[in-house]
């Protein structure tokens, strides 16, 4: 599976945040929405939300902004507002 993980780091402003998200498998054969954010370096919170198919928690993402052309776009490192997204394979 691949991760989606941002993060936002200045120093200026003493701002180290991260924000990732994952579609992972579940043990009863349907997939889970991981959503992890929080201070880097600092444990952060997670949310799990489980779905029937991969397919609902695409949906899912794309409701929260995160369409087709933004999941292409993130196959390389960019910085967005000062969040640098990066795409990484588990």
Request: aromatic residues 8%.
């Amino acid at each position: 599976m691949n991760a989606v993980h941002l993060r936002r780091v200045d120093p200026a402003r003493n701002m180290h945040r991260f924000y990732r998200l994952d579609v992972q498998p579940d043990l009863f054969g349907g997939v889970l929405l991981v959503k992890e954010w929080g201070r880097i370096g600092a444990q952060g919170r997670m949310v799990a939300e489980r779905y029937d198919s991969e397919a609902l928690a695409a949906e899912a993402l794309r409701r929260r902004g995160y369409g087709d052309e933004t999941l292409a776009e993130i196959g390389r490192s960019y910085n967005v507002s000062g969040w640098t997204i990066s795409r990484i394979n588990l």
